[in-house]
């Protein structure tokens, strides 16, 4: 096991500038998540820590070594690709002792090795089998075990379940979780799904363009964005951001979002000046109907117009508009029988971004 440090890393392809300022440090044992829209520079980051891609500048460090220049094969690290990349001549049982056989070992602790890893992975019934012989998710569980018999000093995947269908990409995604848990390898996982993210990762990086938006757990990511980005990518249906403009009146602030006004929570007063252009995020999920709105302390309600529905399954989503702005709502009421309804939100659930960088201003206390 070890620590994974990436110091001022950077990568250009050409005169295309694809990692810009990478400065992280993973630790030991530690499951770091990758988290970014496509393109963002996900891969690269993964390829350059592996050694399949050179380093335009900067230093990556495993352990106490720095690994710039250090072949990918002496890097003691394993990967996992979203192909799964298996030899197709031959067996699961090979592919698994394949690299142990390189290494030179002995067959008996080859056999063991493979036999051990097969039983974690339930791959015991497969082991004579060709990888077209296999299904999507036998295939990956193979391509997972041939990265564990190498005992790495850390694991590295980049999107290992984005060929799944979803029922299977969840019965993987605990399968990977419960391997770390029970070998404790730092890993580094690439994926653009934020529920994989939100569900495997110690911390996440969320990355946007080749920089680093920002590094938090699950929870600090999803309550406390720093930014209107992390608080948009993070959470599905996206959050509300609402465009407003901050007005003074004694000692109340408020934003006025077309000719509706909002209060402000007094945890907001000491962050924002009158005139400010702001934006105003509320989570789909923290919007409630009047009718159905259970003890909340601060609340504010509003009358909408509802202009289209979704059901999506057990709760229903609200097209619904407020000061001339497009606001989500989702919400367990799924009979709803009126275009008006009044829905009121908890202030305590307001975020506030400053429009003109996007930062945030004010999150969750
Ligand atoms: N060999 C290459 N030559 C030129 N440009 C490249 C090369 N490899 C990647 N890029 C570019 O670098 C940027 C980052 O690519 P990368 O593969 O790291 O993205 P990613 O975040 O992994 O995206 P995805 O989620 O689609 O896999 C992209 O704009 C891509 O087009
Ligand atoms: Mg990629």
């Known amino acids: 096991m070890a620590q994974v440090e990436f110091k001022n890393l950077k990568k250009s392809f050409g005169d295309v500038e694809v990692v810009k300022q990478f400065d992280l440090t993973v630790n030991d044992g530690e499951f770091l998540v990758l988290l970014g829209p496509s393109g963002c520079g996900k891969s690269t980051i993964l390829r350059m820590l592996a050694g399949l891609e050179d380093i335009t500048s900067g230093d990556v460090i495993v352990g106490n070594r720095i690994v710039n220049d250090v072949d990918a094969k002496d890097r003691d690290l394993a990967m996992v690709f979203q192909s799964y990349a298996l030899y197709p001549h031959m067996t699961v049982y090979e592919n698994i002792a394949f690299a142990l056989k390189l290494k030179g070992m002995k067959k008996p602790d080859i056999d063991a090795e493979v036999r051990k890893a097969a039983k974690m992975l339930e791959l015991e019934p497969l082991l004579d089998r060709k990888p077209k012989e296999l299904s999507g998710g036998q295939r990956q569980r193979v391509a997972m075990g041939r990265a564990m018999v190498r005992t790495p000093k850390v694991f590295l995947f980049d999107e290992p379940l984005s060929n799944l269908d979803a029922k299977l990409r969840g019965t993987m995604r605990d399968e990977i979780k419960a391997l770390h848990n029970a070998l404790g390898t730092t ?127 057990a709760n229903m989503l609200l097209k619904a508009y407020l000061g001339g702005q497009k606001l989500l709502v989702e919400t367990n009421v799924v009979d709803i029988q009126s275009d008006v309804v009044d829905i009121v939100w908890d202030l305590n659930e307001l975020h506030l971004f400053d429009k003109d960088n996007g930062r945030s201003l004010a999150t969750l206390d």
């Open 187 to 313: 890993t580094i996982y690439v994926t653009h799904d934020q529920i994989e993210a939100m569900t495997l990762a110690n911390r996440v990086v969320i990355l946007k363009d080749g920089y680093i938006e920002q590094v938090g757990t699950p929870e600090d990511v999803f309550r406390h964005p720093a930014n209107e980005f992390v608080a948009q990518f993070i959470g599905n249906p996206s959050m509300n951001l609402l465009d407003g403009k901050i007005e003074r009146h004694g000692e109340e602030y408020l934003v006025k979002v077309g000719n509706e006004t909002i209060t402000l929570p007094q945890r907001f007063h000491d962050k924002i000046r009158s005139g400010q252009a702001v934006r105003v995020g509320i989570r789909p999920t923290d919007i409630y109907l009047r009718t159905n709105h259970i003890d909340h302390q601060q609340v504010q309600s509003f009358n909408v117009k509802i202009e289209d529905k979704e059901l999506l399954g």
